[in-house]
Structures are given as C-alpha cells and as structure tokens.
C-alpha cells in the first residue's frame, strides 16, 4: 500500500512539473515581476549519475527565490544530499553573482552536485539573456546570444 501511494504521488509529481514546464518556462514580465526558467530544454544533455537533473528557478527583483528540482532519474538519498549543498549556495544571490559563482558539489553526490550547478547556470544565462534582449539595444542581442550558443555545446 504505502509503495501504491509513493507511486501516485510520484506519477502527480511528474503531471504538474511537466505542465509547468510548457506554461512557464522562461517566462517574464515587466518591471522587474518574477521570473521563472526551466532547464528542462535548456539542459537537456546535462547528466547527473543515472539521467537529466532539470531544475525551476525564480527570480525576483534581480535575486535568486528559489530553486526547485524537476523530475529525475537520481538516487532520492544521494540527490538529496546534492540538492541541499548546490541550491544554498545560489538562493539569495544575483544572478551575476551566481554566474560567477565557484560553487561546491555535494561530498558523495558529486555527479548530481555538478548536473546542478550546470542547469542553474544555463538556466541563469537563459534569465539574463531573456532580461538583457529587453532592455539593450539589437546590437548587442546579437552578442549575448553567440556567448549563450558556445557555452551551449560544450
């Protein structure tokens, strides 16, 4: 019974995250509103031990609110451990501060640590591209997405 019921709740777990993922994903408003970016397409070839480690960060006035793990494929425990190490490190920061952030992995959990800190940092440059094409004039548009391309295919 208790096996049925954490797999209900999984199987809703996965519902939601992908219904998110087509209504919000990188979506912005003006003034300075939150945001929110899905790394699910973003980083779709950044693996973590067993598979892709998306994530759902918001932003608001100019400052990592939070981070939030989407479906995968991690080990819960060892994930877990990863979760807690990356994402404290990146909550409260700007989002230049967090690009330029050495972050920590996880002690024991280093693959899904670093599938972490990369989908936060694509998903990151996605934010200030999204923020930067709105407020720069089409010359440096141009700019902005050549850098966001080659860091892409690394």
Sequence with gaps: ?????????????ALAAAFFSFTINA??????????IMTGEI????IGYQGPTPVSISISNGRIAS???LDNQETPAYFNKAKQKVFSQFVGKTVDEALKLDADAAT???????????????????AKGTSAKKATPAKSKGKAKGKGKKRMTR
């Design 43 to 46: 980083a779709k070839k950044v």
């Design 27 to 36: 979506k912005t408003t003006k003034g300075g509103s939150p945001q929110v």
């Design 108 to 126: 024991g959990a280093t693959y899904s640590s670093e599938a972490l800190i990369k989908n936060i940092k694509m998903g990151l440059k996605q």
């Design 67 to 69: 981070i939030t793990a």
């Design 1 to 13: 019974m208790k096996q049925t019921s954490f797999t209900v709740i999984s199987i809703l777990v």
